[in-house]
């Protein structure tokens, strides 16, 4: 209870400045897909995997009209839909995802699936396979013995769902960040299964800068000495190292306007100016606080540094892929850099294939692309049914 | 030695990619400042106040031909010429400043001083009070007790310095980043000293946002348990959570094109695949413990702490400033939003003051205001002899 009450209080503190969707008619439910073994992209076998998924809408008779939503870095499968009528929050693309909905889900069928190594392993409704799961050899969480894995690893997971279900093509995939460059994946590497796809707030140029920046998320993590090398199940977990590398990602994905727009230079507390003690702080900081607070009662460290290191080492070669595609992003984007968004865009173009652009704006940089996806949706409607 | 060389080692390991002068026939002595008690801004006393300087050039009778360099966050005095001939790296504007160049000492007095809370407090020819410094009063390093200070507070360390040579007018005050923020203090607190000012890569204008990732750069020395409440002097520092501090500000400073540039996606150690293990690294990462070590190694950990503060507190309305003003910055400035630094430009014009602009570009991002000083030659040149 006190989990779900954190969870919530994640997206609400988010929420409170990014107008999520608040309200949702449509009921999902968490399923479990399950697999005996997986043997990773890297050749590493594992036992056991688990991920959970959600879907609305009925799959038609010659399951046709299935579309994919792949989710971001720190989000779940969760994208449409409330799991009780009481919920307070939706799925984060609620707006767009529904019965009469831009993604109308009395015409498609459309799957979301948590991928591997999700962050948020100890919240309700979340099922996967990471550090934090027992390895059966031994009994045991994993912790840093966990294969690497990659955003094809999280593909092949969801394909492998995908065609338990029957399903031979997917009418789209469509995803925003971690979700684009699982979108791209999907097309680069299953493009029979993939009629059209969708990728949001993100590129597939090869970046070390944002690989750099990603190791830099996770810093805190390692040094927090009760991250312990990744041993600490059981114990007190790495809770201000995990905090840390929370903040990090939540304010870079955002931009100074929402800063200036949302807080100003207002103080933490009333009478505690910041310029007279060191521990005075500004109403950003404790927000980034909070906010890390509330996604770290429910994540995993580890499963941080998985997530991480999967990003990190993404590699697909735009100008190999030949699935039509649509490519949304926001030129204040701190992660995905609107100039190598446009690299991708003619990379693809390059080779023949169609390409649809459609470009966001917002005070919310990076997060413009789930606040605000509306935005893009004469375009994407348009796309679905070219 | 070895203090020297690690010294010398932070700078070559930017200058490799960032093409710093690395000849000069300037030679500059480091002399220092003394006041025997200093009040700040916020009104508590530091007694035996001490920071380093330079100059080069001779003033003339009058006092009249004296300009001031102030330094950015992670900078010394060591703007121009080499301490000894055989010095691997010159100060950081040499390009720009000494015999014959475009601040020319042949004509001009140039003076730069070392900040108090200097982060490079353990290098050789750095001299500053801080943290670090012994507290007269106890026998024993301050840490945490020292009183927070501001870029006020610089600056009139440094208006008594100029005081002290008998100069009643600064001909210009020019700087870069948090030395931006030093000349539009000097413009606003003291325009009857300051005949015009040069800001480089920097703005005026309240920014929450950047406020913020101040507190992040700091955080991983707040994670260390080395850092034991800023109690370490005498044991073993926080050294992974300073290079860990370093490492982030280092990032932000520069921008992915510099990184697809100088790194690609090549990687830290041949064969050693980091797709194939946790610990396996790329280039660029290997590059920001390297250069972050090297600056560690002369830096100290308070020292950030307080002047992360230092740069979070500044405040200065730029619409009150009243001294002709040239603002140079590059668009693609992590830490300086290109449209803030308009804004304050803008702010300024709007009284009635003379503003000049200049954009420079380059692939390094905010360092490009460092490095490629010198595209703005013809603007500064004109400005100094308007």
New interface residues.
Partial sequence: MIRIGLYAAAFVALGSSLALTQSSDLIVEKKTFEMPSYTTA?GETIKGVKVGWEAAGTLNADKSNAILITHFFSGTSHAFGKYKADDKVAGYWDGIIGPGKLIDTNKYYVISSDTLVNLNVNAPNVVTTGPASINPDTGKPYG?SFP?V?IKDFVNVQKALVESLGIKKLKTVMGASMGGLQAYEWAASYPEMVDRFVAVISHSQ????????V??WA??IR???KWNGGDYYGKEPPL??LK?AL??VT?QA???E???KT????LAEEGKD?????NN?????AF?ETAAAARAAVADANHF??LA?AN??Y?VDPSKIKVPALIINTPTD?FF?DE?VDQTAKAIAANGTVVETAKIVGPNGHLNGLVAIAQAKDKIGAFLNR
């Fill in positions: 890297a840093m690497v990659s090869p970046d070390p800068f944002l690989a750099a920046w190791d830099l810093q805190p040094i927090d000495p201000d190292g840390g903040k990090i304010l955002n931009q100074w929402w800063a200036q807080f100003g230079m207002a910041p310029a007279r003690a060191m702080k500004y109403k950003i900081e980034l540094l998985y290191k990190q080492i590699l701190l850099p190598l």
